[in-house]
C-alpha cells in the first residue's frame, strides 16, 4: 500500500506483488487487509479477512480467520472491539503461516478518516462507536475533563477545571455536583417516589406560588408571617 491510500479489494499492491509472488512462501511482517466477515462461525471474536496483495486474494488460503490481539482476553472477559466489515486492519502471520492471521491493529486511510485531529499540544485521547457514542479524555492543562457523550445529547462529564460532576440530557434537565453544593434542575417536572424521604437539614427555603398536600400533615412548631383565614387552630383537617 502506498501512503496512506484505500487499499482497493480488487486490485493487487504493486508495492507488495514482489514480495508475495511466490504463493509457496511464508509472510513475515505485518500486511494491509480489509475485513469481509465478523460473525464468527466459531463465537471466538475473530475476523475474516481478505489479503487483496496476495497472489490468490480469492482464494482461502488468503481469506484467513484471523484472531483479534487485543488489550486483554480471557475467559469471559476482555476488551470487546471487532472491527466492522469494510474495516482496514493490519494483519501478521504466526510463523509466517498466511492461514494462521492475527489482526493487531486498525488503520485509517483516504476513505476512512479519523474522528478527531491533532491539536497544537496533542490534549485529545477519544473513543467513538459506530453510532457516535463517544468517551473523550481531554488533558488541557487545567481544565482536565473526561465526557461520556451519546450522539442525542446525552452527557456525563468530570472536570476539574470547576472541580464539577455533571450529568446533563438533551431536554434540558441536570444534576451537578460542585464544590458549593448540589444542582438538581428539572425542564418540566421533578418526582420523588419512595416508601419513606427523610430531608435533615439545618433550614430550608422554598419559593412557589402555592404548595397543595394530601394527606396529614404533623408539625411540632409552626411560625406564620401572615396567615390567610380567619382562625386557624392546630389539628386534623387544617389546610393552610
Not at 485521547?125 to 475533563?145: N, Q
Request: aromatic share 6%; glycine share 12%; hydrophobic share 35%.
Amino acid at each position: 500500500m502506498s501512503g496512506h491510500t484505500v487499499l482497493d479489494p480488487n486490485a493487487t499492491d504493486l508495492s507488495l506483488q514482489a514480495l508475495v509472488s511466490d504463493p509457496g512462501r511464508h509472510y513475515y511482517g505485518v500486511y494491509p487487509a480489509l475485513v469481509t466477515d465478523n460473525s464468527d462461525p466459531h463465537g471466538q471474536g475473530r475476523v475474516r479477512v481478505r489479503l487483496p496483495w496476495a497472489p490468490d486474494p480469492d482464494a482461502a488460503e488468503f481469506s484467513p480467520w484471523a484472531r483479534l490481539a487485543t488489550m486483554n482476553a480471557g475467559d469471559g472477559r476482555g476488551s470487546w472491539f471487532v472491527p466492522e466489515v469494510g474495516d482496514e486492519v493490519l494483519v501478521s502471520f504466526g510463523a509466517g503461516n498466511p492461514r494462521d492471521a492475527y489482526v493487531v491493529g486498525s488503520l485509517w486511510n483516504g476513505r476512512d478518516s479519523a474522528p478527531e485531529s491533532v491539536g497544537s499540544d496533542n490534549n485529545i485521547r477519544s473513543l467513538t462507536s459506530r453510532s457516535g457514542i463517544k468517551i473523550t479524555l481531554d488533558d488541557t492543562r487545567g481544565a482536565v475533563t473526561l465526557t461520556l457523550r451519546t450522539p442525542g445529547g446525552q452527557q456525563v462529564e468530570l472536570s476539574d477545571a470547576g472541580n464539577t460532576v455533571t450529568a446533563s440530557d438533551s431536554s434540558g434537565n441536570s444534576l451537578e455536583l460542585a464544590p458549593g453544593g448540589v444542582t438538581l434542575t428539572a425542564a418540566s417536572k421533578l418526582s420523588i417516589s419512595a416508601p419513606t424521604i427523610t430531608v435533615d437539614c439545618g433550614s430550608a427555603t422554598v419559593n412557589s406560588g402555592m404548595w397543595t398536600y394530601s394527606g396529614a400533615i404533623q408539625c411540632n412548631a409552626i411560625i406564620a408571617s401572615t396567615v390567610i383565614g380567619s382562625s386557624y387552630t392546630p389539628g386534623a383537617g387544617n389546610v393552610w
